[in-house]
């Protein structure tokens, strides 16, 4: 199995301030359609996770452009441009190119 | 609004039985896949299954490989997930997840298993 691993896994942030989470994969994540499918998601205290990042580096709708995704192969950044407040949660990064799909273990961010 | 409902959670002794459901609405349910992904209390994400848009194409996590079998009705717009021979670590909030790469989740529902 594609083994997942994420730092920090607790992220103290400043508001306002930039924050970045690292994901590296056992494996690289690139397809054979050449694509590589790198997800992020954040989950809110109480909440369901949502999508945030696609594709390594593609925003979903709706998402706040103060995110931002990017790496390729073994080596992944989630970035934040400047925390806000809402942006308190859990981050997961997820590959699924390989079978079975693969979480990373969770960054914790908190003020 | 593309949404996904989940149902079907309870409090089952182990060994036991307990089927899943999600309803999805506000997309054509038949041109995606679905999956199932659990979350144990105060533990992160794991995949345990995806179903593929005609429901022939399946695939499991080992740690439920034989106990589980995830199944879908596109007439319906439900994906469901069998759940046999039930354990105490199988207790977690399970999500319903569509698509491949999981761009909309269901706000879950929880099992735990207990004697």
């Known amino acids: 199995d594609v083994v997942m691993t994420q730092s920090p896994l607790s992220l103290p942030v400043t508001l306002g301030q930039p924050a970045s989470i690292s994901c590296r994969s056992s494996q690289s994540l690139l397809y054979s359609d050449g694509n590589t499918y790198l997800n992020w998601f954040q989950q809110r205290p109480g909440q369901s996770p949502r999508r945030l990042i696609y594709?390594?580096?593609n925003r979903d709708s709706g998402v706040p452009d103060r995110f931002s995704g990017s790496g390729s192969g073994t080596d992944f950044t989630l970035k934040i441009s400047r925390v806000e407040a809402e942006d308190v949660g859990v981050y997961y990064c997820?590959?699924?190119?390989?079978?079975?799909?693969?979480f990373g273990q969770g960054t914790k961010v908190e003020i | 609004e593309v949404q996904l409902s989940e149902s079907g959670g309870d409090l089952v002794q182990p060994g036991g039985s307990l089927r899943l459901s999600c309803a999805a609405s506000?997309?054509?349910?038949?041109?995606?896949?679905m999956n199932w992904v659990r979350q144990a209390p105060g533990k992160g994400l794991e995949w345990v299954s995806t179903i593929g848009v005609s429901g022939g194409n399946t695939n499991y996590a080992d740690s439920v490989k034989g106990r589980f079998t995830i199944s879908r009705d596109n007439s319906k717009n439900t994906l469901y997930l069998q759940m046999n021979s039930l354990r105490g670590e199988d207790t977690a909030v399970y999500y319903c997840?569509?698509?491949?790469?999981?761009?909309?989740w269901g706000q879950g529902t929880t099992v735990t298993v207990s004697s």
């Open positions: 997820m590959q699924g190119t390989h079978w079975p799909k693969t």
């Open positions: 506000g997309f054509t349910f038949s041109s995606y896949a």
């Open positions: 997840t569509k698509n491949y790469n999981m761009d909309v």
């Open positions: 594709k390594a580096s």
